[in-house]
C-alpha cells in the first residue's frame, strides 16, 4: 500500500464548475497536509496546508481533511483553464512541512 | 515571498561524467534543505535532506556515495551526481523551508538532467 494515493486522472472538468480531489493517506500518525499544484516541467507549489479536522478555505480553493477516515480532498471552484495540471497530496507525520511524502498526484484538465 | 533557486535549470551530459546542482535560497536563510528527484509521470521522492554543518541525511535506497550533498552554508546546498549514467535522468528539485513558516517548503525551479 502505497503512503499516499491519489487517483491519476485524468479528471476532466468544464470550465466554472467544481473540482474535486481526492487523497487518502496511510499512516495514522500523520499530522500535516499539503496540496500543490505542478505544470508541466515545473516544479509544485503550495496551494493550501490543513492540520486539523473538517474545511479550510482560501479563495477558490477548499482542503477538507478527516483523520479519522485518513482522507484529504481539495475543491476548487468556478474551475478556470489555468488551473489545469497536476495536483499532488502531501503529507509528513509532524506538524511541519519537512521530509513531504507526496502521492503520484492527479491530472485536472478544465476544459472550454 | 521566499525564493529558492536552482541552478543550472537543464544540462545534458554524457554518461560516466559527473554533474553539479546548486540550490540557493535568496532571501532566507535555510539550515535543512532538501533534494527530490521526479521521474517523467511519478511524483517527487525525497533522495536526502541537506543539513548546514553536517552530513546529509539520505533516505532509504538512494547511494550517498553516487549523489552527494554539501551544505556549505546557510544559503547554499549542492547535489553532485557522479558517474551519471541513463537511468540517472531526470528532474531534480531542490526545497527549503524558512524557520519562521514551519508550514511552508519553498521548491526550486527544479534543474532537467539528461544523461546520454
Known amino acids: 500500500q502505497k503512503e499516499v494515493e491519489q487517483n491519476s486522472g485524468p479528471l476532466s472538468v468544464p470550465e466554472g464548475a467544481i473540482a474535486s480531489l481526492n487523497c487518502t493517506y496511510s499512516d495514522r500518525v500523520s499530522q500535516s497536509f499539503f496540496w500543490y499544484r505542478q505544470y508541466s516541467g515545473k516544479s509544485p507549489e503550495l496551494i493550501m496546508s490543513?492540520?486539523?479536522?473538517g474545511d479550510k478555505e482560501d479563495g477558490r480553493f477548499t482542503a477538507q481533511l478527516n483523520k479519522a477516515s485518513q482522507y484529504v480532498s481539495l475543491l476548487i471552484r468556478d474551475s478556470q483553464p489555468s488551473d489545469s495540471a497536476t495536483y499532488l497530496c502531501?503529507?509528513?507525520?509532524?506538524?511541519?512541512?519537512?521530509?513531504?511524502?507526496f502521492g503520484t498526484g492527479t491530472r485536472l484538465q478544465v476544459t472550454l | 515571498g521566499a525564493v529558492v533557486s536552482q541552478h543550472p535549470s537543464w544540462v545534458i551530459c554524457k554518461s560516466g561524467t559527473s554533474v553539479k546542482i546548486e540550490c540557493r535560497s535568496l532571501d532566507f536563510q535555510a539550515t535543512t534543505m532538501f533534494w527530490y528527484r521526479q521521474f517523467p509521470k511519478q511524483s517527487l521522492m525525497l533522495m536526502a535532506t541537506s543539513n548546514e554543518g553536517s552530513k546529509a541525511t539520505y533516505e532509504q535506497g538512494v547511494e550517498k556515495d553516487k549523489f552527494l550533498i554539501n551544505h556549505a552554508s546557510l544559503t547554499l546546498s549542492t547535489l553532485t551526481v557522479t558517474s551519471a549514467h541513463p537511468e540517472d535522468s531526470s528532474f531534480y528539485i531542490c526545497?527549503?523551508?524558512?524557520?519562521?513558516?514551519?508550514?511552508?517548503?519553498?521548491f526550486g525551479p527544479g534543474t532537467r538532467l539528461t544523461v546520454l
Open positions: 490543513i492540520y486539523s479536522n
Open positions: 502531501a503529507v509528513n507525520k509532524d506538524g511541519t512541512a519537512s521530509k513531504l511524502t
Open positions: 526545497s527549503a523551508p524558512r524557520a519562521v513558516e514551519t508550514d511552508t517548503q519553498y
